[in-house]
């Protein structure tokens, strides 16, 4: 690197203090872990929209900087395929505060394996080397560019995971059994692979939201028991990861349904579309409306199902409702708004996860029979 980062270390300490001043570091081993990784090393450029080119990199000035600074900077774009002329983000280095909160859940002590779901950069596998050493550390991506990348990276940087382009969602049965798994990518159900791969005791920690609702999820923090479930509460977490890619060519991004708007109903509702922003609410709406899609406008809210179902809802209340399709799945919202209503309208930590080899369930309060709130059996 040129002169322009000599400094790095200052850069760094300074948002390892800002993240302990913010309470977002509590254990100080991690502060000694964010001061003394070069996170600029990950991320030679971002993309910005202050550059003529779009992207700013290491000859710029404000480059190092905003590197440490709390911020996601998004390093890959790619077209979809059927989508030519249009880039989504597929890659990003996420803002170094949720790493840290993840860090922390994750709870790892000195001689546990790691297997990181979702390489991206390679820092997040920095962070882990730096606490663990490099030969507890696992990392994989769908990506085989951003794995040549980020394993020239960590070497300069002095770390020598295990580094892996594979499809994460099956794990990486060669290093199995791990102490922890984390996933820095959004799943819509948490693969079974990563419980089976798992030591008993051991935990899971999975960003977990619809590709077509990102709002609507949570962190699951889930503790894997002996007889091949893995269980735990949700955290709190409005904003996470990209969605895992279906593949290495497609961004993961929610698949177009197409609607039949031959037949279309309409009603009115005590509920509107806002009702799709409640933390708790939008969580069980998703759980009782697997793949759905939302498309916010300034009056109004479409949401679509796989099946062909969709239903337009105003914001204001009583809201208009128009829907058409196999069925009124706006019928469906407003049922999960009674449910929620009679139970407090509680928030997203009020919630839990049980992971089976068929099925995964959400559970209210406890994870007991008499609690499901989702669909499916683990």
């Not at 790619?78 to 993840?102: A, C």
């Not at 791990?178 to 799943?187: E, G, L, S």
């Not at 037949?263 to 009115?268: D, L, T």
């Not at 509680?346 to 369930?361: C, H, I, N, S």
């Amino acid at each position: 690197m040129s002169s322009a980062t000599d400094d790095w270390r200052v850069h760094a300490a300074a948002l390892a203090d800002q993240l302990t001043e913010q309470r977002v570091i509590t254990d100080p081993a991690w502060r000694d872990v964010v001061a003394s990784v070069p996170r600029h090393m990950f991320v030679p450029e971002f993309y910005s929209d202050d550059e003529p080119s779009g992207l700013r990199s290491t000859g710029n000035p404000r480059w190092l900087p905003v590197v440490y600074s709390d911020d996601t900077l998004v390093t890959q774009r790619k077209e979809h395929p059927d989508q030519p002329g249009f880039e989504w983000s597929t890659s990003s280095s996420t803002r170094p505060s949720l790493m840290l909160r993840m860090l922390h859940i994750l709870d790892v002590r000195a001689g546990m394996s790691v297997l990181e779901i979702g390489t991206g950069t390679g820092y997040n596998a920095a962070l882990l080397c730096e606490r663990l050493g490099s030969e507890h550390v696992t990392t994989v991506d769908i990506d085989p560019e951003l794995i040549d990348a980020a394993c020239v990276r960590l070497s300069d940087a002095g770390y020598r995971p295990t580094v892996a382009a594979c499809d994460g969602l099956r794990g990486y049965p060669a290093r199995a059994p791990y102490d922890r798994v984390i996933a820095t990518v959004a799943v819509e159900q948490v693969p079974h692979a990563w419980v089976e791969q798992t030591r008993p005791g051991g935990l899971i920690l999975a960003d977990v939201r619809p590709r077509g609702m990102t709002w609507a999820g949570a962190l699951a923090r889930l503790t894997v028991a002996p007889d091949g479930t893995a269980s735990g509460p949700l955290v709190s977490c409005t904003w996470g990861f990209m969605s895992a890619r279906p593949d290495a060519v497609r961004p993961g991004i929610p698949d177009v349904v197409p609607i039949d708007a031959t037949s279309v109903h309409r009603r009115k509702s005590e509920i509107g579309s806002e009702a799709l922003r409640r933390p708790g609410l939008s969580l069980l709406t998703w759980q009782r409306l697997p793949g759905i899609n939302a498309f916010p406008g300034p009056d109004a809210t479409r949401i679509t199902t796989p099946d062909g179902s969709w239903a337009d809802v105003t914001r204001a209340t009583p809201a208009k409702v128009e829907y058409g399709g196999p069925v009124d799945i706006w019928g469906q919202v407003e049922q999960a708004h009674a449910w929620w209503t009679e139970h407090a309208s509680p928030d997203v930590e009020a919630f839990g996860l049980t992971v089976g080899p068929t099925a995964q369930r959400l559970w209210h309060l406890k994870p007991d029979g008499h609690s499901w709130v989702g669909p499916g059996h683990p």
